[in-house]
Nanobody, 128 residues
Framework: QVQLVESGGGLVQAGGSLRLSCEASGRTFSMDTMGWFRQAPGKDREFVAAVRWGGLRLYYYADYVDSVKGRFTITRDNAKNTVYLQMSSLKPEDSAVYYC?????????????????WGQGTEVTVSS
């Protein structure tokens, strides 16, 4: 059975950094898509970043929502079946519960409905 487990959330001051981790078990996603979403209280779940298989020449592509470009970096470690989200220059508006997601197939998937598997979330709070 597929499971995704997030870790690394916490409380940080504005301008600080955090690294989130998501470890998958039950199957591998090396040639598929894994991503991160976030949800603040009273708001819809929002796409943050995803990494997808790009073939034997480029290997992987990364996609980001405009609001985090230049500040967040998504990476993956296939040996550990793990995806990371390195977050820098954090802002109070980044505060949310962050969810790891995965699906079969490689593509630019930015909708929550397009993902098959989800973690339980890890909370990030950025103070002013």
């Amino acid at each position: 059975q597929v499971q995704l487990v997030e870790s690394g959330g916490g409380l940080v001051q504005a301008g600080g950094s955090l690294r989130l981790s998501c470890e998958a078990s039950g199957r591998t996603f090396s040639m598929d898509t894994m991503g991160w979403f976030r949800q603040a209280p009273g708001k819809d779940r929002e796409f943050v970043a995803a990494v997808r298989w790009g073939g034997l020449r480029l290997y992987y592509y990364a996609d980001y929502v405009d609001s985090v470009k230049g500040r967040f970096t998504i990476t993956r470690d296939n040996a550990k079946n793990t995806v990371y989200l390195q977050m820098s220059s954090l802002k109070p508006e980044d505060s949310a519960v962050y969810y790891c997601a995965a699906r079969s197939g490689s593509g630019r998937f930015t909708g929550a409905h397009q993902y098959e598997y989800w973690g339980q979330g890890t909370e990030v709070t950025v103070s002013s």
